[in-house]
């Protein structure tokens, strides 16, 4: 079945249905990963999107549950150049398609994903609407108009809290604003009990249960509007527990200490983002998602020095908090997918406690 993607300055691109057949209004963004498709599509921070795969071919080792970093899949759409006609690899369990179809998300394939990105790349992240109906324009044009990615920290995060690797010697109390599993898998890996939060659980519980360790997780959306979020991580950070905070947390953190936030051009997402630790003047390959960032000038030099910046575009990539053991980082150490060049980062936080 033919399918359309329609963008909000006009453009039509044409593909064929994959997934579920429902129309969706998202947030159009590219991921540059050759790799790792089933991680970026079960990875919370792309709430409320439609991602496109640069790389021209995606489905060719099937799907691996056990490669799942969340319960779900919480993007709006996929639009993928080709899908792979067959899986190959002995850990495969099925296709791409039934995945998608179990998940109801909808996509499509067989559109010009490079035409796609650099329009996106130049024109910046769009709005869209996935339909099989472009009869009516200037409907769709108003349903692109009024779509929102609004606070979907709130549809991602917990239900309750959950306990990872019980009685282990230190404890870290993991904040959910959408986490990855490989965030807990790199805690248990170096002897820590992680016991996970939802986003709106208030901050004196989590100072009152006396955690080793504070961890503030990845997330979707803007973090400006994580108003609750903003007020407890207040709360945490004049605790003097340690503290990690990874891409949102990152952002939600710096939010709370007074500084400002400003949406990227059309972000960073995939697994080969240079930044350089300025601390050790080293180069790291990372992993990242996210379409938001602090602004440099907008950090008091009396709180936070910046520690990573990304060689790309400059911003900033990382905080260490003076007189305080608290630092975060933009990009994703965990990765999946993606390089474990910065996996030193969960090092030094273990270390800390």
């Known amino acids: 079945m033919v399918g359309y993607l329609v963008l909000e300055n006009g453009e039509i691109f044409e593909g064929e249905r994959i997934g579920v057949n429902k129309d969706t209004a998202c947030e159009v963004v590219f991921n540059t990963g050759m790799a790792g498709y089933l991680e970026t599509f079960t990875d919370p921070s792309y709430a409320g999107q439609g991602i496109v795969m640069t790389y021209p071919l995606i489905g060719n080792y099937g799907v691996i549950p056990e490669d799942y970093e969340s319960d779900g899949v919480w993007a709006k759409a996929i639009f993928i150049h080709k899908m792979a006609e067959f899986e190959s690899n002995f850990r495969t369990k099925f296709n791409l398609e039934k995945f998608l179809r179990d998940f109801k998300i909808p996509g499509l394939t067989n559109v010009n994903t490079r035409k796609l990105t650099k329009m996106l790349r130049d024109a910046g992240t769009m709005k869209g609407y996935l339909t099989s109906n472009i009869s009516d324009i200037d409907d769709i044009m108003e349903k692109i108009k009024g779509y929102e990615v609004g606070n979907v920290v709130e549809k991602v995060t917990s239900n309750s809290v959950r306990v990872y690797g019980r009685g282990k010697p230190k404890k870290v109390a993991l904040m959910d604003y959408g986490f990855k599993h490989n965030i807990v898998n790199s805690l ?20 009152l249960s006396k955690p080793d360790g504070i961890m503030l997780s990845n997330g979707p959306g803007d973090p400006e509007k994580c108003e609750l979020q903003i007020k407890n991580v207040k709360k945490l950070y004049n605790t003097d527990i ?13 939010l709370a200490t007074g500084a400002k936030t400003a949406k990227l051009k059309y972000g960073h997402r995939g697994p080969n983002h240079p930044v350089k630790d300025l601390k050790n003047d080293r180069v790291y390959i990372t992993s990242q998602n996210h379409g938001y960032y602090i602004l440099e000038e907008s950090i008091n030099k009396q709180i936070a020095e910046v520690s990573h910046i990304n060689l790309n575009d400059g911003t900033v990539e990382g905080l260490r908090y003076k007189n305080k053991k608290i630092f975060t980082v933009q990009f994703h150490p965990e990765a999946c997918p993606g390089p474990e060049d910065t996996g030193y980062i969960f090092d030094e936080f273990v270390n800390s406690l």
């Open 188 to 207: 248990l890996k170096r002897g820590v009990e992680v016991t996970v939060y939802p986003a709106n659980t208030q901050a004196e519980k989590i100072i």
């Open 242 to 254: 340690p503290i990690l905070a990874i891409c949102l947390g990152h952002q939600l953190m710096g």
